[in-house]
């Protein structure tokens, strides 16, 4: 009996991985098929002017994009349906940036992986068929990783995404910077000169994780909650969505441009996010006593930095960055984990025809009432799908 019950438990995982192999699979013929046409011709460089490299980030992100789509038509597609129109608006809106966001991360991966592959390799040119298969295997990389966050994307995972893709763009904008002694300023001066488009772009693409973080934390407050708090949980979506618009508008407008608008963007960013933890520990019920320590620990790390910044000046302003953002994505990691921790697995459509003007929220918010926190019986870890439901 018990052997049989496991059984079933690991059948849907098996299919999952399987389907997700299968994709990588896919997605490796579609690189080296694309690769082939693209870079039909002479051997070309792996970085630089007619590079392998641009082209098998194109359509690496191309795959990636088309794979995260597909995987979340396959396995979330009738989540949406019993939702009223706003919620299910939200679930698209959030699909949608998810979409871009993973075709960013493929793209920005692989062209960082080829400028670090061209030190090791200088002067190395590749063939069509050489090309073609580099194409293949990021592509397959890429669609492996897509197709799984379709099947299942956890708020925390969006976090971690984050964090990648803002290293790996950064990074980036560091080995291309124009001025090799950038770091004696600030992290903006990586949005000049004839590389600043990776930089800037990665700040834009990161503001839309950052509010689409925001949504995702909105669900798992919702299941948490139901919709007796939705007034509650719409300003902790607002406020996530404000400071993804104002992280946005930091590359929108460069350093080169426009100072004093880069610069309104720069501390809105860092004023909207402390807005938007004090809502979300406001929201929550009862946050934990690791979590207060946690912020309060933030917090302090936070002033001690500008204390060595400004007056003792041990440290330069690219440094005060570098900590205040390690922090920031610290207690962000906590927080989603936190409150994914105390939401319930399934899906919750909202009781309300409208968000705003209905206070009707019968069959779901009494479900979600009586949903003991996850830690109590009956409850089950994870925050479940690809998909915001609230």
Same mark, same amino acid.
């Given at each position: 009996?018990?052997?049989?019950?496991?059984?079933?438990?690991?059948?849907? $995982?098996?299919?999952?991985?399987?389907?997700?192999?299968?994709? #990588?699979?896919?997605? !490796?013929? +579609?690189?080296?098929?694309?690769?082939?046409?693209?870079?039909?011709?002479?051997?070309?460089?792996?970085?630089?002017?007619?590079?392998?490299?641009?082209?098998?980030?194109?359509?690496?992100?191309?795959?990636?994009?088309?794979? !995260?789509?597909?995987? =979340?038509?396959?396995?979330?597609?009738?989540?949406?349906?019993?939702?009223?129109?706003?919620?299910?608006? @939200?679930?698209?809106?959030?699909?949608?940036?998810?979409?871009?966001? !993973?075709?960013?991360?493929?793209?920005?991966?692989?062209?960082?992986?080829?400028?670090?592959?061209?030190?090791?390799?200088?002067?190395?040119?590749?063939?069509?068929?050489?090309?073609?298969?580099?194409?293949?295997?990021?592509?397959?990389?890429?669609? /492996?990783?897509?197709?799984?966050?379709?099947?299942?994307?956890?708020?925390?995972?969006?976090?971690?995404?984050?964090?990648?893709?803002?290293?790996?763009?950064?990074?980036?904008?560091?080995?291309? &910077?124009?001025?090799?002694?950038?770091?004696?300023?600030?992290?903006?001066?990586?949005?000049?000169?004839?590389?600043? /488009?990776?930089?800037?772009?990665?700040?834009? @693409?990161?503001?839309?994780?950052?509010?689409?973080?925001?949504?995702?934390?909105?669900?798992?407050?919702?299941? /948490?909650?139901?919709?007796? #708090?939705?007034?509650?949980?719409?300003?902790? @979506?607002?406020? %996530?969505?404000?400071?993804?618009?104002?992280?946005?508008?930091?590359? %929108?407008?460069?350093?080169?441009?426009?100072?004093?608008?880069?610069?309104?963007?720069?501390?809105?960013?860092?004023?909207? !996010?402390?807005?938007?933890?004090?809502?979300?520990?406001?929201?929550?019920?009862?946050?934990?006593?690791?979590?207060?320590?946690?912020?309060?620990?933030?917090?302090?790390?936070? @002033?001690?930095?500008?204390?060595?910044?400004?007056?003792?000046?041990?440290?330069?302003?690219?440094?005060?960055?570098?900590?205040?953002?390690?922090?920031?994505?610290? /207690?962000?990691?906590?927080? +989603?984990?936190?409150? #994914? &921790?105390?939401?319930?697995? $399934?899906?919750?459509?909202?009781?309300?025809?409208?968000?705003?003007?209905?206070?009707?929220?019968?069959?779901?918010?009494?479900?979600?009432?009586?949903?003991?926190? *996850?830690?109590?019986?009956?409850? =089950?870890?994870?925050?479940?799908?690809? *998909? +915001?439901?609230?």
């Amino acid at each position: 009996m018990g052997h049989d019950t496991a059984d079933r438990e690991t059948q849907p $995982a098996t299919r999952r991985e399987s389907q997700a192999i299968l994709a #990588a699979w896919a997605s !490796f013929g +579609v690189g080296v098929l694309f690769g082939l046409v693209a870079l039909a011709g002479d051997p070309r460089p792996i970085t630089g002017e007619g590079s392998v490299t641009q082209p098998t980030a194109g359509i690496a992100a191309l795959v990636a994009a088309c794979a !995260f789509v597909l995987s =979340t038509l396959l396995h979330r597609r009738g989540e949406t349906v019993p939702m009223p129109p706003w919620q299910r608006a @939200v679930s698209r809106a959030a699909t949608v940036a998810l979409t871009v966001a !993973f075709a960013a991360v493929a793209y920005m991966g692989v062209i960082t992986g080829g400028e670090i592959l061209s030190l090791g390799l200088q002067g190395l040119e590749a063939p069509a068929i050489g090309g073609a298969l580099l194409t293949g295997i990021a592509s397959a990389a890429s669609g /492996w990783l897509s197709y799984q966050a379709g099947v299942e994307l956890r708020t925390h995972d969006l976090a971690t995404l984050l964090f990648s893709y803002l290293t790996i763009g950064t990074l980036f904008a560091m080995i291309t &910077a124009a001025d090799p002694r950038w770091w004696e300023r600030h992290f903006s001066e990586l949005g000049t000169g004839t590389g600043a /488009w990776a930089f800037n772009g990665t700040l834009i @693409v990161a503001g839309l994780l950052v509010a689409t973080i925001g949504a995702y934390l909105g669900r798992d407050l919702h299941r /948490w909650l139901g919709d007796g #708090a939705l007034r509650r949980i719409a300003a902790v @979506v607002v406020l %996530f969505a404000l400071t993804g618009a104002a992280l946005a508008g930091v590359g %929108f407008f460069p350093v080169s441009g426009d100072r004093l608008v880069h610069s309104i963007a720069a501390f809105g960013t860092l004023g909207l !996010f402390g807005a938007s933890a004090v809502a979300v520990l406001i929201v929550m019920p009862g946050p934990p006593r690791a979590m207060l320590l946690t912020t309060v620990g933030a917090g302090i790390g936070v @002033v001690a930095a500008l204390l060595l910044w400004r007056p003792f000046a041990l440290i330069s302003i690219a440094g005060l960055e570098v900590i205040v953002v390690g922090i920031i994505f610290v /207690w962000l990691t906590t927080l +989603v984990r936190t409150v #994914a &921790a105390g939401a319930p697995q $399934a899906s919750l459509p909202s009781g309300r025809p409208r968000l705003r003007g209905d206070r009707r929220a019968p069959a779901a918010t009494r479900w979600a009432e009586a949903v003991p926190p *996850k830690g109590g019986s009956g409850s =089950t870890s994870g925050d479940g799908d690809g *998909k +915001v439901d609230a």
